[in-house]
């Protein structure tokens, strides 16, 4: 794996590494790209349906549509933990599309 | 009396006797949590002000205790321990939180983890190391590190935790105290910051099997916050430990217990874990139990590790992705929204869970998403799959923990690595088929503890901890604090 | 000449109590921040939980839309980083979507034409950005709301049959009751990708994307814009950009971004929202309650009814008129008389009034009532209508008003002739011009006369009968 790959893969994630640290995720890759090559080797793999979840009972409900005011959050609450703060909104560098 | 020794039952008769008040109570422990904040840090924050609005007597009504600080507490600092999250007040109370409140149990500190629960060592927080309190020198495991380390130092008689691949059974093992993460769904994840959400589970650090069950007797339960949470079955797992375990069958895996296979390495370590172990089977069959050996294709056990760790970074990746210093968090510096949330993030979060995001994020990249992820979820299923298959004739399985006492700190680190790969890893298949599994302390090696995990079928929390009782019953294990002479 | 391509993928917001994956209003409102949950906010340890209405208001639709539903539902994280989205991914529905390969059948002029849809899926509204002069402000209200997503398959080919699609489309989510659909409130926005090919070239050509369009006019600008300048693109043997396009007032678009890569979302199933199993009874329950579409209506009207094309497309054109038309049918009034009170005295007083006809006095029950006197002769069509207009003024139920003021026709012969001989005994004049110069048109003379006489409930038939016979006695 190529660091400048995995430079790029992290600025995508919207943070930047030391450059020995690139070192140290280099090696893991290869590691666990190993070990997953290995696991492509088992047979039939292709044909298992993949599991998203530990176990599937269907015995969740959909929530009834209520409204429920005690788990809305006061405008205060909103903006309880935000540095920057205007007109009781979140105050960010202009956006530009 | 010694409080710090005490389990819960033995904390509720001095209460109720009035020898010493719930405040009292927390006042000791407080000040015994400052007293060994310096030399173990197992805390974030100690909290000062003793505070109890119980809706319902309990069990554990008046009675201290810790949570991790991955738990979101209303007016109280949550961390997550990471810079990201440093000065993070929540707004809204988990709901495990709420329920102990309710129940009147007293909460006095928030533990140390390992940076957002992603790690196995306790040297990742953002507050610094948390060592083991049977022996400075070594880790006590992560990434519940606070919380094994409060409840093995007698500061607390139950703590919360969050386990997603061994992170209260490990460093349960390490400080030689209980650790039981129950089945998925049985306690409620709302308010539990997410590591890898199909692998996260709740549950607690205590002294005894039995406190285990009163402490999950508390915090279970459905939850209209959790659509995976189970519906009420109404079972108390008190009253279950006292069912019969005449007869119940386990196995354990010859692939990891096999001691043939680790003679030639000379690692003394492993090979007294494993007499250890062969001992408790032994002794576990004079009380009832039928024990065998089965045997599991090595390449499947081979990929549990991999799979784990590409599973959970991809989870992992997503899940914090919520954390870019906007709406919470430390405000990046910068001239575009881009360059704010990538300072935060860049300073936010420590190396170790950067390499996992990075990890994560190219297992889910579409041209890797099918030999990466989806590959590893596969695997997933074979593995719970072929245990559930053994589930059918079997009640449960015993392995060891750990290779070996805690690591010390010199010599382990997080970065992958394949040496003892079954034998350090196995502890995720509790979480990949979401089954009931516990740690108990078995003994000790150089001084170091070590743990035996036993893990049942989904829904059988109650025979899991019956069966678990009985193994407390013959190491004699109960109730061990460490270095645990000092009283307050 | 170039063959036109043209898909749509359309957003509209779901009306719901509560927002798609929280309990926290899904309400318009111009106060920022006081509809947001811990889970709308992304806040660390939330969980979504999904809304029942929600889905099954997604489902409806998408059968309305005679798309395939799935066995179970079923949510997908989509990955990226934007600060309208607070947990840095949305759930939305990649792996089984509500709804796949359906259509809409559309009128473009005379033409019909079949829309294919690929898929309806349901997901979450971002927050909202407000844009000022070195800064933008984020209100988290519209965080989590239900938005439908609608992708048709590339198979349009005009901007007026994208625009009619839209038109057709909007009054599906009317017809279903599912959302007001309002573009001004930004609860319908569209994104529209055209390519242009050689005709009778099968490569495909470049797709432009353009995106976030709220107005159907604009839509439409936007594509006759788009047309043109990859025309003469294509005609000055220029290359098409792979990118995508922003529109501006007048219509025009200018580019906002060419795509270098495409971005990778990192799809995968929502680990927090286990499955949950779509029955086959639950879905017939949904089933039921799918309204006919107006295309289907217009249909009905036309060959079994035997309407107008114009009265049918008048009636069938919006779903309360529609509804109301056929209940009344439904009580059992005729057809003819039906489509007049509807089409004249309703639709103009809805006009007049400026209301919706949920909120118009006259219920089914009402006209019915007044149509079926009408269709048995016992008031005239013109009483019938101006009761209505009373009935309106007075809020009365003009069923009422009729008893009340005996407005229903004398058919009694007795009872007329009373009045007649009245008459004819007070104008002699008017009498002798009949019988002695034979000036038939004292005739309506005394009709006048008699209606005055009988509060104007005289049955005029009856009575010119009478008038004649009695005016025909003193002739002799």
């Known amino acids: 794996m190529e660091k400048e790959k995995l430079k790029d893969y992290a600025h995508k994630l919207m943070f930047d590494m030391k450059e020995e640290e690139y070192e140290t995720l280099q090696q893991e890759f290869d590691i666990i790209l190993k070990q997953m090559d290995l696991i492509g080797e088992i047979p039939n793999i292709k044909e298992v349906e993949p599991m998203h979840f530990p176990y599937v009972t269907y015995e969740a409900k959909l929530r009834k549509d209520e409204v429920i005011e005690n788990e809305v959050l006061t405008t205060g609450e909103v903006l309880a933990n935000c540095e920057h703060v205007l007109n009781d909104q979140v105050k960010v560098p202009k956006v530009v599309e | 009396m010694e409080y710090q020794k005490m389990l819960i039952e033995d904390l509720r008769k001095e209460l109720d006797a009035g020898v010493v008040t719930s405040q009292e109570l927390f006042e000791k422990f407080v000040s015994l949590a400052k007293k060994y904040q310096g030399e173990y840090n197992s805390f974030v924050t100690i909290l000062e002000k003793y505070k109890m609005k119980k809706k319902k007597d309990t069990l554990v009504t008046g009675i201290p205790y810790a949570l991790k600080d991955n738990f979101s507490t209303s007016n109280i600092l949550t961390t997550g321990s990471s810079n990201i999250l440093k000065n993070y007040v929540p707004v809204y109370d988990a709901t495990v939180y709420k329920k102990l409140k309710e129940a009147g149990a007293v909460l006095m500190g928030k533990t140390v983890l390992d940076e957002l629960a992603m790690g196995g060592t306790g040297i990742t927080g953002h507050t610094g190391v948390v060592k083991n309190p049977w022996d400075k020198t070594r880790e006590i495991g992560g990434s519940s590190a606070g919380s094994a380390a409060a409840v093995a130092l007698g500061i607390v008689p139950f703590a919360l935790g969050s386990d997603t691949g061994d992170s209260i059974r490990k460093p349960a093992a390490f400080g030689g105290v209980v650790g039981f993460k129950p089945t998925y769904g049985l306690i409620s994840r709302y308010g539990l910051f997410a590591f890898a959400s199909s692998l996260d589970h709740v549950g607690c650090f205590t002294r005894s099997v039995r406190d285990a069950a009163i402490v999950t007797d508390i915090i279970k339960g459905e939850d209209p916050h959790d659509m995976t949470s189970l519906k009420d079955t109404g079972e108390c797992l008190v009253d279950s430990l006292a069912q019969d375990i005449k007869g119940k069958k386990l196995f354990y895996i010859k692939e990891i217990c096999d001691r043939s296979q680790y003679e030639e390495s000379g690692d003394q370590e492993i090979l007294a874990v494993l007499d250890n172990f062969y001992d408790l089977v032994e002794k576990l069959k004079e009380k009832g139990f039928v024990i065998e050996e089965v045997s599991i294709d090595q390449k499947l056990l081979e990929a549990i590790y991999p799979s784990y760790m590409t599973i959970s970074c991809a989870e992992a990746t997503s899940n914090n992705a919520n954390l870019t210093g906007i709406p919470y968090g430390p405000r990046g510096e910068g001239n575009s929204v881009d360059e704010i949330m990538f300072s935060a993030r860049t300073k936010g979060f420590s190396e170790l869970i950067k390499r996992r995001f990075i990890l994560g994020s190219y297992i889910l990249q579409k041209e890797n998403q099918e030999k990466l992820f989806l590959n590893a979820c596969r695997i997933r299923r074979l593995l719970v799959d072929k245990i559930n298959d053994l589930f059918q004739t079997y009640d449960g399985f015993l392995l060891p923990c750990s290779g070996g006492g805690a690591p010390h700190f010199d010599e382990d680190s997080d970065k992958l690595s394949d040496r003892y790969l079954l034998m350090e890893n196995h502890l995720s298949l509790g979480n990949f088929g979401g089954y009931p599994s516990i740690t108990l302390p078995c003994g000790f090696i150089d001084g170091a503890p070590i743990g035996v995990c036993l893990t049942g079928r989904v829904k059988e929390d109650g025979l899991v901890l019956a069966m678990a009782e009985k193994i407390e019953e013959v190491t004699g294990l109960k109730g061990q604090i460490a270095g645990g002479d000092q009283d307050v | ?476």
């Open chain 3, 1 to 476: 000449m170039y063959k036109v391509v043209i898909g749509l993928e359309v957003h509209c917001e779901v009306q719901t109590n509560s927002k798609n994956f929280s309990s926290a209003p899904n309400e318009f409102t111009m106060t920022p921040n006081i509809h947001v949950a811990p889970v709308d906010l992304g806040l660390p340890g939330i969980l979504p939980v999904v809304n029942e209405e929600a889905c099954r208001k997604a489902l409806k639709t998408a059968m309305a839309l005679h798309c395939e539903n799935p066995d179970e539902i079923i949510f997908d994280r989509k990955n990226y980083f934007y600060p309208d989205l607070p947990k840095g991914y949305q759930i939305t529905q990649v792996t089984k979507p509500m709804g796949r390969n359906g259509y809409l059948d559309i009128k473009v002029g005379e033409k019909e034409k079949r829309v294919y849809i690929h898929q309806l899926h349901l997901e979450e509204d971002t927050a909202s950005l407000d844009h000022y002069s070195n800064y933008s402000l984020i209100d988290y209200n519209r965080s989590g709301i239900p938005l439908m997503e609608i992708v048709t398959e590339p198979c349009i080919s005009s901007a007026e049959e994208a625009v009619t699609f839209l038109e057709d489309l909007r009054d599906v989510f009317l017809f279903c009751e599912v959302s007001e659909a309002r573009s001004n409130k930004g609860q319908m926005r569209c994104d529209v990708n055209i390519s242009l090919t050689e005709e009778g070239s099968d490569k495909l050509g470049t797709k432009v994307e353009m995106k976030n369009i709220n107005a159907f006019n604009s839509v439409k600008a936007a594509i006759e814009y788009e047309i043109k300048r990859q025309s003469e693109l294509l005609d000055r043997g220029e290359k098409v950009i792979q990118e995508t396009r922003r529109i501006d007032e007048d219509g025009k678009t200018y580019s906002m971004r060419e795509k270098v890569d495409a971005v990778d979302y990192k799809y995968y199933v929502e680990p927090n929202l286990p499955p949950v199993k779509l029955t086959k009874e639950y879905l017939d329950g949904i089933r039921q309650t799918v309204p006919m579409l107006k295309l289907d209506r217009l249909h009905r009207y036309i060959n079994e009814f035997h309407l107008s094309e114009y009265d049918a497309t008048v009636l069938s054109k919006n779903k309360d008129i529609a509804d109301y038309f056929e209940n009344i049918l439904l009580l059992g009034s005729d057809i003819e008389l039906t489509v007049n009170f509807v089409t004249t005295s309703v639709l103009s007083s809805l006009k007049k009034l400026e209301i919706d006809l949920k909120d118009f006095f006259i219920t089914e029950e009402m006209l019915s009532g007044v149509i079926d006197l009408v269709h048995q002769g016992k008031i005239s069509l013109d009483h019938g209508k101006k009761i209505l207009y009373q009935a309106l003024e007075k809020k009365k139920d003009p069923r009422d008003i009729i008893k009340e003021s005996h407005l229903e026709q004398i058919n009694d012969e007795e009872k007329l002739l009373t009045y007649i001989t009245e008459a004819l005994e007070e104008n002699p004049e008017q009498v002798r011009q009949y019988v002695e110069e034979g000036k038939d048109y004292v005739i309506n003379y005394f009709i006048g006369k008699v209606m005055q006489k009988s509060n104007r409930q005289a049955n005029p038939n009856i009575t010119l009968e009478l008038i004649k016979k009695e005016l025909e006695k003193r002739r002799k």
